[in-house]
């Protein structure tokens, strides 16, 4: 009797990937969903997806070009998970909690782009902190277009305490996007008053925006980060 040896997760995703392409599903020419989409989709790190793509590469199937990519590290180590940050930074030895500060149906109160004037918007607050002295170390405020399908989440909250869970779940797939980051120089009064912390501190800040494959606006995400501990990088 023949056993087959069991397949990596690297060589599971690259062989479903090669079935949708050998089946023309994926067309000679059309670009792959992103690394961070195939991170969502599939349920697993950056690093395995990168590792899939390799072996698609090397069977000639893929061509790759070279771009550039910008991650959230902490403490210089990337934060990686496809669970989320708070898993991620638990795995760097911090004891993290989440609190949410808002779930709301509202008019967009951020500078969002490609969103109509009176268009709603539904809004996720949260704030991540040290269990050990509560201090908060990021502020995080997330603005999708308002969908029918969210009705739900104003009631029960967040699938299993998780945005991109509820999004799946809601039927929204985020499969292109882009970054921007810049110092915030002063910490304003009601910020500092969400992370426990002082107002007047410097903090990094985050903004990205994520489309679906028609183009249209998934989620727009505003986040402060403490400097002492996130940074970013870069690779290309």
């Known amino acids: 009797m023949n056993i087959q040896p069991m397949q990596s997760k690297p060589e599971i995703i690259a062989a479903t990937l090669e079935q949708e392409i050998l089946k023309g599903k994926i067309s000679d020419g059309d670009a792959l969903a992103s690394e961070s989409a195939l991170v969502k989709r599939f349920s697993v790190s950056r690093t395995t997806v990168r590792k899939s793509l390799g072996i698609l590469a090397e ?7 070279v771009g550039i990519g910008s991650f959230v590290t902490f403490g210089d180590k990337l934060l990686d998970s496809p669970a989320g940050w708070s898993v ?24 969002m782009p490609d969103i109509a004037e009176g268009q709603f918007v539904l809004a996720v607050d949260r704030v991540r902190f040290r269990q050990d002295d509560g201090t908060g170390l990021t ?3 997330s603005r999708m277009p308002w969908h029918d399908s969210f009705a739900g989440v104003l009631e029960n909250g967040l699938l299993e305490g998780s945005l991109s869970k509820t ?70």
Do not use: Y
């Open 88 to 111: 991620a930074l638990a795995d760097r030895g911090m004891r993290i909690g989440t609190r949410v500060i808002r779930i709301a149906r509202i008019l967009p109160d951020l500078e």
């Open 59 to 65: 069977k000639g199937l893929i061509r790759t070009r």
């Open 167 to 236: 999004l799946a779940a809601c039927g929204q797939s985020a499969s292109s996007g882009k970054e921007w980051a810049n110092v915030l120089l002063s910490l304003g009064t009601g910020e500092a008053a969400l992370m426990g912390r002082t107002p007047g501190e410097p903090m990094l800040r985050l903004r990205r925006l994520t489309r679906n494959a028609a183009g249209g606006v998934v989620e727009f995400v505003e986040t402060l980060l403490d400097p002492r501990h996130f940074g970013m990088r870069m690779e290309f």
């Open 139 to 141: 502020l995080e405020r």
